[in-house]
């Protein structure tokens, strides 16, 4: 008998369940299936995200659906729009054989016009997110008194997010449900209320102890001086050449600042914040899913709900603020059954966080030194080697260049060929390491440090800082009275700025933008040019007011309406905010 049949699902989700793979229920999915099948017992799972916790109540509720009966039956409610459509993909595969069972995802961000025709055509199982939810209810597009089933997935992030009223709400109105099935990673006092209030002798089914991590997840920290930390980061990045990761920060101007300087030296990456529209989102999620991005960087809010597989790593910019929120953040690796790595970058006084986590999710954390530039250059040649040896040379019309070649490198041998190859691939690296510091030392202190010479180790050509409050002296910042209120984000923005004035990207530095203007640090030889195109412009209706932030340029005959009189300028504040 099949494993999965053994727990009592019927021979259609079997062989969908077989058709992916699937050979052996999970731990979560052979507690929790056999339970939920009876459709009467209310039910708490705890459960690590990657565990197998949506086919652990996805089977049994699409077993227990009747398919002659064309109204919401079931709810599944979670955080985001990316754990909901995650939710609906895998419920669509695991209704492959089964018939007349139609699901439907409603979230914010798309055509609630649209959602609601979906729902009036006959859907048995709404996955929702609370709002939404909550607008279509108030629409009457879907009858709670006819829901028998309601789930509450990632509870413990929903009541983090604020939706608590949401769910009191929901609950409160379906009156007619035989069961509630609440999955959650940790328990904090807010879950165990829902319980306590909602839920009637609910069977409890824990997968490790309350609040553990992974078993999976090797948790790693690096402790650095504060003004190390970006430094510190781009070595791990290094220094793991097959990383396809995740970057935690504790705000978006963090996530954004790391996410440009890190693609200004070669490194495939975006970040995920607030200012995005939902469009531009799924699109950066779309490039991470499909690995056209190695990394993404992240706040815990933005990146909630992502469901990616195949995470190598979550790096820990900052560790958080609530502990808790940790055990989400290392849930994004190790999904499925895979190993994964949660690397946390620290400072010597945050160290007490390390042992409350340790007691926290019952897991040793592993402290280790910052790789050294030696470290990193090894580990790159290494893995560059391997690669090459790995390189599939048997499609390919190579027989007929081999003579020419043969010919070329008649007088060379293979050691010189072999150290122009390292040469044309490894010279960037060891130019920018090569007098690379010893982060792991205790006495150095990042205010009496000299800035390291050499170029950045993707392309070789600017100098990094050691500081990212400190701007280099070859550059100024410029005010420009533009923002995201006039329909800009980050990309369009740079790329208007650049076609306006015929300037280069390599001439900008960081470009902050907020409601109503902006800041654009720039080389110094180029600021004048670029004032001069683009201050005086019309957008939107709107003149472009364009100047240095400290005052410093002003256009050749630079006269206001009135006669020959100098405009009168108006200056923006110099930036209060530090990096953290």
């Not at 793991?240 to 990456?269: H, V, W």
Request: one cysteine or more.
């Amino acid at each position: 008998m099949n494993a999965f049949e053994a727990l009592g699902l019927n021979e259609h989700l079997v062989q969908a369940v077989a058709d992916l793979g699937f050979e052996k229920p999970s731990e979560i999915q052979e507690k929790a299936i056999p339970v939920l099948l009876s459709g009467t017992t209310d039910f708490i799972g705890l459960a690590q995200t990657g565990t197998g916790k949506t086919a652990a109540f996805g089977l049994p509720l699409l077993q227990l659906i009747d398919p002659t009966q064309r109204h919401a039956q079931a709810l599944v409610v979670c955080p985001t729009r990316e754990l909901c459509l995650q939710i609906t993909n895998d419920l669509e595969k695991f209704k492959k054989h089964s018939k007349n069972i139609f699901t439907e995802a409603v979230y914010g961000g798309a055509s609630i016009t649209m959602q609601i025709r979906n729902l009036k055509k006959g859907v048995q199982i709404v996955v929702a997110t609370p709002g939404r939810l909550i607008d279509l209810i108030e629409r009457k597009a879907i009858d709670l008194q006819k829901v028998k089933y309601v789930v509450l997935d990632e509870a413990d992030e929903m009541l983090n997010m604020g939706f608590r009223d949401d769910i009191d709400f929901v609950l409160k109105n379906t009156i007619n449900r035989e069961s509630i099935w609440l999955f959650s990673a940790t328990m904090p006092p807010e879950v165990r209320a829902i319980s306590r209030n909602y839920m009637e002798t609910p069977k409890e089914v824990t997968v490790g102890k309350k609040n553990s991590g992974n078993v999976n997840i090797d948790h790693q920290y690096f402790v650095v001086p504060q003004q190390h930390r970006y430094e510190a980061l781009k070595r791990l990045i290094d220094f793991n050449p097959g990383m396809y990761g995740i970057i935690f920060t504790r705000t978006k101007i963090d996530a954004q600042e790391i996410s440009e300087r890190l693609a200004k030296s070669g490194y495939e990456i975006e970040a995920l914040h607030g200012d995005l529209t939902q469009q531009q989102r799924d699109k950066v999620m779309g490039r991470f899913r499909t690995k056209s991005l190695q990394l993404l960087i992240a706040t815990d809010v933005a990146a909630r709900g992502i469901d990616v597989d195949g995470v190598t790593h979550v790096i820990n910019f900052e560790l958080p603020d609530d502990m808790e929120v940790y055990t989400h953040r290392s849930g994004r690796t190790g999904r499925a059954g895979k190993t994964g790595i949660c690397l946390s970058i620290c400072h010597s006084r945050e160290t007490f966080k390390i042992k409350s986590l340790e007691r926290m999710i019952n897991a040793q954390f592993h402290k280790v030194d910052v790789p050294s530039g030696k470290d990193v250059c090894r580990k790159q040649f290494f893995h560059f080697m391997d690669t090459l040896m790995q390189a599939d040379v048997s499609s390919g019309d190579y027989e007929t260049y081999m003579p020419d070649l043969m010919e070329k490198f008649a007088s060379v041998s293979k050691e010189e060929v072999l150290q122009r190859v390292a040469s044309l691939e490894f010279n960037h690296f060891l130019k920018y390491y090569e007098n690379a510091e010893d982060l792991n030392r205790s006495d150095i202190r990042g205010d009496r440090r000299q800035p390291s010479t050499g170029g950045d180790a993707r392309d070789g050509s600017r100098k990094e800082r050691t500081d990212f409050n400190r701007r280099d002296n070859g550059y100024t910042r410029l005010f420009i009275n533009l923002g995201t209120k006039d329909g800009f984000y980050k990309a369009s923005f740079l790329q208007f700025i650049l076609d306006e004035s015929n300037l280069k990207k390599e001439v900008l530095g960081k470009i902050d933008m907020r409601d109503m203007n902006s800041w654009i640090e720039i080389d110094k030889a180029e600021a004048g040019r670029m004032i001069t195109a683009i201050d005086g412009k019309r957008y939107n209706n709107r003149t472009i007011r364009m100047n240095e932030a400290d005052g410093g340029f002003k256009r050749p005959n630079d006269e206001g309406s009135g006669g020959g009189r100098e405009r009168k300028r108006t200056y923006a504040p110099k930036e209060r905010r530090s990096f953290r």
